[in-house]
Nanobody, 117 residues
């Protein structure tokens, strides 16, 4: 059973930065895509940033230019560098790992990010 463990959440001021990490119990080479999602209170979970096995990336329009997703193969981690944080970035952030065939989907437990002065 694959386990994903997020870390790095916390409180940041508007304009500040945080770096989230997602450590996997298996090799990140195993996954076709790794994605960060977030869910704010009263809202649906939304995609924040994704990276595929071949390195293609995708970002939500709301975070383009501010967030960067990256992989560390040696540490089997995927990170999300978040800069120029805004109060609307406040949410629980979840790491997801996906295999497309067979279809397998793994989720971390989530980490809280709060942006407030």
């Amino acid at each position: 059973q694959v386990q994903l463990v997020e870390s790095g959440g916390g409180l940041a001021q508007p304009g500040g930065s945080l770096r989230l990490s997602c450590a996997t119990s298996g090799s990140i080479f195993s996954f076709d895509a790794m994605t960060w999602y977030r869910q704010a209170p009263g809202k649906e979970r939304e995609l924040v940033a994704a990276v595929t096995r071949v390195g293609s990336t995708n970002y939500a329009d709301s975070v383009k230019g501010r967030f960067t997703i990256s992989r560390d193969y040696a540490k089997n981690t995927v990170s999300l560098q978040m800069n120029s944080l805004k109060p609307e970035d406040t949410a629980v952030y979840y790491c997801n790992a996906k295999i497309t065939f067979p279809v397998l989907d793994y989720w971390g437990q989530g980490t809280q990010v709060t942006v407030s002065s």
